[in-house]
């Protein structure tokens, strides 16, 4: 019975030491021909390609402050038209209120001073046609007072002069006083004019304390700078307040970045393969939109510097939402009858690259020519053929390692 139980034991410990030393099988890597496709391959995130955006502006010559009184929930699916925000008008109501009670009063004494004026020229009018009898009997008098003595004559000369000087003076008063009244009928009449203006500017600011959306899409809520609130209802917001915005989901695209090196091989209307990282099996069509003039730095005091990159979704889809993650594979070019091999074969030593051939259990290092790369392989010049196995660079360092 014990010499059965050693012979179970020594058989189960060999069959558990031959798995153990048994080597996992590793995938096969081959050099391959045909068509190749370069591209690159860099990380962005979605944004809308219409965004509105709402910002607290001053409502007239007087309110510059506005309290919120209505306010839709963060992320509510809205429609053209919809409001978004309503801002308290009872300001706004009281000032009208107020205008109108200063209109009618304004309208009052306007027509008052009209009257005054009329009433006033009417009395002008009277002295003046007195003065011109005046004048008109002092020149008759003087007429005849021709053969009379020299003093006499002097007597009536000097009436006819005062006679002539108060009649000028008449005229010259009805002058200045068309003048002063017309002037002040003028102001008066602008203060109306101006009450009016403000009142009607009044009614027109009502219709504007309800924010309404001109797109369709998502409502999102502004935050303070520096607090990171949200807006709420009763808050108090100022001129040039983030109020919110509301981005268009119908289109979106890919705000990403290409280094610098790879510059010249990007071009407005250029292919571009966009993934999720949520669904990396799941290819959605874009182009290049736009490329920025400038280079930066990726982030404050890096080295690495980019280009500012916009590509354009070309379908609409209800999985790409503003803010996710993606991965844009860049189409480059397309090669015909192209050598090329799985990056995870080729190795990369200061400004050379090498692949490990498979020999039996070993390995050939080659020296290759390296050629345009996409995110699995790379394209080479070398003695190589189609078809000739080879071996991923941490294969090799593990049979060193041996």
Wanted: with cysteine; charged share 30%; aromatic share 8%.
């Amino acid at each position: 019975m014990m010499d059965q139980c050693k012979k179970i034991i020594l058989a189960t410990c060999m069959v558990m030491f031959t798995f153990a030393c048994k080597k996992e099988k590793t995938d096969t890597y081959e050099v391959q021909r045909g068509n190749f496709t370069q591209t690159i391959t860099e990380t962005g995130e979605l944004a809308a390609i219409n965004v509105r955006a709402f910002v607290m502006q001053r409502y007239g010559r007087y309110w510059y402050e506005m309290k919120i009184i209505g306010l839709l929930d963060h992320g509510t699916a809205v429609e053209a038209g919809d409001s978004l925000i309503q801002f308290d008008p009872s300001e706004v109501q009281r000032f009208i209120i107020d205008r109108e009670t200063r209109l009618e009063t304004q309208k009052a004494n306007l027509e008052k001073m009209t009257v005054e004026v009329q009433n006033r020229k009417s009395e002008l009018q009277s002295s003046l046609k007195s003065e011109e009898a005046t004048f008109a009997l002092k020149e008759l008098e003087l007429e005849q007072f021709r053969f009379e003595s020299d003093k006499a004559k002097k007597v009536k000369e000097l009436e006819f002069e005062q006679a002539k000087i108060r009649l000028n003076k008449v005229k010259k008063s009805i002058e200045y006083y068309d003048i002063i009244a017309k002037n002040q009928l003028y102001v008066q009449e602008i203060q109306v004019k101006r009450m009016i203006e403000e009142i009607k500017n009044a009614y027109d600011v009502l219709p504007q304390l309800t924010i309404r959306t001109p797109i369709p899409g998502i409502f999102q809520v502004a935050r303070n700078r520096r607090s990171r609130d949200m807006l709420m209802i009763g808050d108090e917001v100022y001129v040039g307040r983030a109020l919110g915005n509301v981005p268009d989901l119908t289109w979106v695209k890919v705000n990403t970045v290409v280094n610098e090196t790879d510059f010249m091989k990007i071009y407005e209307g250029q292919q571009v393969n966009v993934r999720l990282d949520a669904l990396p099996d799941v290819i959605f069509g874009g182009e290049v939109t736009k490329i920025s003039r400038l280079c930066r730095p990726i982030e404050w005091g890096s080295d690495r510097k980019v280009f500012d990159v916009d590509v354009k979704i070309l379908v609409t889809d209800e999985r790409l939402k503003p803010g996710m993650t993606v991965s844009c594979e860049f189409i480059c070019s397309n090669l015909t009858d192209a050598l090329f091999v799985p990056l995870l074969c080729v190795e990369n030593i200061g400004k050379r690259y090498y692949i490990y051939l498979k020999d039996g259990t070993r390995f050939q290092k080659m020296e290759v020519k390296a050629g345009p790369a996409n995110n699995t392989s790379m394209v080479i010049e070398a003695n190589v053929k189609k078809g000739q196995e080879l071996w991923t660079v941490n294969d090799v360092k593990n049979i060193d390692k041996e």
